[in-house]
């Protein structure tokens, strides 16, 4: 069974960094490229980044651009989102995935961007 737990959400201000982590278990993680999506209050959940089981980042939203960076550690089943030089506008729930015949969630860690 594939679980995702996320961690490392928290309250910060503008500016500022946190780092992301979300550990897997159930699957051949290396196999697998994986995903963060971020949902903010009232609004669509949307694609943040995505890396390929390599190791290869494919794509960030244009509102991160340059400013997160996605990447994983296979060894550790671990997928992580750097997040820097924060805005409030980036304030959401943050999710990690993975796409196999069904795509899996985890529960979301809250990324609180305030002043």
């Known amino acids: 069974q594939v679980q995702l737990v996320e961690s490392g959400g928290g309250l910060v201000q503008p500016g500022g960094s946190l780092r992301l982590s979300c550990a897997a278990s159930?699957?051949?993680?290396?196999?697998?490229?994986m995903s963060w999506y971020r949902q903010a209050p009232g609004k669509e959940r949307e694609l943040v980044a995505t890396i390929t089981g390599a190791g290869v980042s494919l794509n960030y939203a244009d509102s991160v651009k340059g400013r997160f960076a996605i990447s994983r550690d296979n060894a550790k089943m671990t997928l992580y989102l750097q997040m820097n030089s924060l805005k409030p506008e980036d304030t959401a729930v943050y999710y990690c995935?993975?796409?196999?015949?069904?795509?899996?969630w985890g529960q979301g860690t809250q990324v609180t961007v305030s002043s």
């Open positions: 995935s993975v796409q196999r015949i069904s795509r899996y």
């Open positions: 159930g699957l051949s993680f290396s196999q697998y490229p």
